[in-house]
């Protein structure tokens, strides 16, 4: 779920009953006779009535010349998030063995005319009413910015696929403070099980489409818990589908006045539990600050809506202070939001924000740092989005130090500052599935780090997930995607999407559903050029590459572990000992600490020559803002390999070309603070 597209839904036609019967003529319905094999992409038996998928041309198998999968991927989208937020919020579903009619109708209280759309007010203004009939008419629904009905429909996941796509993430999503604010619902508020239900959701519908192509695994949306598995999906020439979990309080780590409300038991818990569902990415914090990590907020009428939710959630607001570096939040806004705010109790009001503190005061906690290496350990993915720049710069140096590329920036919720730190690590990014004009110009921008890593791109649809979606530009513009058109591999022709008897144009009714990326990225081709879809199309690969990448990691040997140490000077306490020995001990609660001038060094004799790649240090508070790390073979003639002038402590990670030693030397030069140095535990690694 992100952010708000401002654009407005223009008038579109609504057209004749005479495609009721162009939809029978094209064979919507089952087949009277069984289908050749060379047939395999169309169904034996598909539910009569249902969408048309308009699309003709044989989906492309295989990988490439070298190797490589082909496709765009979706890094971020909810096809099951009607079952979430109480299960009244979204409405229709992505599936029925009902039928089309079952699945593409609205929630009852919009009925007659939406005057009970409580949530098509809050996300869209006006007063909510619209035709809350779906099939067979789709009047007003589904929209570019409807932000309340089903986009996500089988067939037009479907058409996605067969205009090129073949890797989706689907986001097991919900908010329990939205729920339990929501006047309609039909369903507990608990956001695990919400979770278990889309997962289970998802494998039924794998398994729906299944039924339709003779059996178990012979339909092309395929749910992979591997990359090895995606790719031989892919090589299939069909869809596969990633778990991964985007919500505000997963195992149960909300916090109170900033008490947890959960400890490391319930995150292995809930780790095991969703590892066992099929997840392989998800987020840590979503909205609210919580148990594990602040958010980055949202901003203006919406931001302030969802900071009062934060304090209902957690009976804090949000906290900012000024940022430390080029990363920031994003700006609160100081926009009313009355409906909101009514909901707040007596006398308490959100408060106003200095325009020079931007930053989120909560960053990474104890238990938040536990579930990021608890999520190492399993070898799953962390979505970077929606954590504080406090908490993603943490998590950043917990995977630098450890050398583990499994972080994925899904749909532009991340400070673009850190995407070369995500490139450098073996990351994933893709860009939220703005209009083709913003899209192209995001992309550009990071175009040089993409050449530069030799990396793909993604788009991340976020659809189902109340944020709004490209609008048109409409049948006058100059340059309008001509229908129909070929996909971007060149072996498929699509022609305009019709359900019912509603056909969609991206011209004049922008992304009003899932079926209509491929035109959306077609839109993509005819505004910018092939660059860019190029970089897309790539975008398959690289995020395998990023997940296969992340199964095959293996802890470093620390070198330095229990080696002798020495040091220019060690603090003296008489009760505690600050000696060198402390850094290479293999504990966090134990460390060295200098004397309190500049110029001081930490000496590491590993007790033999080695190569060496890269050295961490864990800092205390007592920091260096200059230092460099200096090696040597015979401890007397010392070479620079790394340095740097502006340390900020924390967890520091150096890495440089692969050099010969047996001594190590972190070489203080300008301290952070009035202290001295203070290094919990350094560490030297092979790689």
Request: aromatic share 10%; net charge negative.
């Amino acid at each position: 779920m992100t952010r708000r597209s401002h654009l407005q839904r223009r008038p579109v036609t609504v057209l004749s009953l005479l495609l009721i019967v162009v939809a029978m003529v094209l064979g919507t319905g089952p087949s009277s006779s069984a289908l050749s094999e060379s047939d395999w992409w169309n169904p034996a038996a598909r539910p009569a009535p249902d969408s048309q998928i308009n699309v003709s041309g044989e989906p492309f198998k295989g990988t490439d010349s070298q190797g490589q999968v082909r496709g765009f991927v979706d890094a971020h989208n909810h096809l099951m998030s009607n079952e979430a937020f109480g299960g009244r919020l979204i409405c229709g579903k992505t599936f029925s063995e009902l039928g089309v009619a079952d699945a593409l109708k609205d929630c009852p209280e919009h009925y007659p005319d939406g005057s009970l759309a409580i949530f098509d007010f809050i996300t869209k203004g006006g007063d909510g009413k619209h035709d809350p009939n779906g099939w067979p008419t789709f009047k007003d629904w589904p929209a570019h910015d409807s932000l309340t009905h089903q986009q996500n429909y089988y067939a037009w996941v479907e058409r996605a696929w067969r205009g090129g796509q073949r890797v989706l993430v689907n986001d097991l999503v919900t908010n329990g403070v939205i729920c339990s604010v929501y006047f309609f619902k039909d369903r507990s508020c608990d956001e695990m099980t919400s979770i278990r239900l889309q997962a289970q959701k998802t494998y039924d519908m794998q398994a729906f489409i299944d039924k339709m192509y003779g059996g178990p695994g012979k339909g092309w949306f395929r749910i992979v818990t591997d990359s090895a598995q995606a790719r031989e999906v892919i090589k299939q020439g069909k869809l596969a589908v990633v778990l991964g979990v985007e919500t505000s309080e997963p195992f149960g780590c909300k916090q109170i006045l900033d008490i947890a409300q959960c400890g490391k038991d319930d995150i292995d818990r809930g780790l095991d539990e969703l590892h066992k569902l099929g997840v392989r990415s998800m987020f840590l914090c979503h909205k609210f600050d919580n148990a594990l990590c602040g958010v980055r907020f949202d901003s203006g009428t919406l931001g302030t809506a969802i900071n009062v939710g934060q304090f209902l959630s957690t009976g804090t607001f949000w906290k900012t202070e000024k940022c430390t570096g080029p990363q920031h939040d994003n700006p609160i806004g100081l926009a009313a939001a009355p409906q909101a705010e009514k909901e707040l109790p007596p006398g308490v009001k959100v408060p106003s924000y200095a325009a020079d503190a931007q930053c989120n005061t909560r960053g990474l906690t104890e238990l938040g740092e536990y579930a990021v290496r608890g999520m190492m350990k399993r070898k799953m993915m962390l979505e970077i989005d929606h954590m504080s720049v406090k908490a993603a710069g943490r998590a950043f140096d917990i995977f630098e130090s450890e050398s583990y590329p499994g972080v994925i920036s899904s749909h532009s919720w991340m400070d673009l500052n850190w995407t070369e730190r995500v490139y450098r690590l073996g990351g994933f990014i893709a860009q939220y599935m703005h209009g083709s004009e913003g899209f192209i110009s995001e992309a550009n921008r990071t175009k040089a780090l993409r050449d530069k890593y030799n990396v793909g791109y993604g788009y991340g649809t976020d659809m189902n997930g109340v944020g709004g979606w490209p609008g048109p530009r409409g049948a006058d513009t100059t340059n309008p995607v001509k229908y129909p058109f070929r996909s971007a591999d060149g072996t498929a022709v699509l022609d305009k999407q019709t359900t019912g008897q509603r056909t969609w144009d991206i011209n004049t009714d922008g992304a009003a559903h899932y079926g209509l990326v491929p035109d959306w990225l077609e839109d993509i081709r005819v505004v910018g050029g092939k660059g860019v879809v190029d970089d897309l199309f790539r975008g398959a690969e690289s995020y395998l590459d990023t997940w296969g990448a992340s199964e095959n990691h293996k802890a470093g040997v620390n070198l330095a572990a229990g080696s002798s140490a020495s040091a220019s000077s060690s603090e003296w306490n008489p009760f505690t000992s600050y000696a060198p020995g402390r850094a290479v001990d293999g504990r966090a609660d134990t460390r060295w600490a200098s004397d309190w001038s500049n110029d001081q060094w930490l000496r590491i004799d590993l007790g033999s020559p080695g190569l060496i790649k890269r050295v961490t240090l864990d800092w205390e508070r007592a920091y260096a803002k200059s230092y460099r790390i200096e090696v040597s073979t015979d401890g007397t003639n010392w070479q620079s390999v790394w340095s740097t002038t502006a340390g900020d402590g924390g967890l520091d990670t150096a890495q440089f070309t692969g050099t010969s030693a047996r001594y190590v030397r972190v070489h203080g030069l300008e301290r952070g603070t009035d202290w001295g140095y203070s290094l919990q535990e350094v560490g030297v690694y092979v790689s």
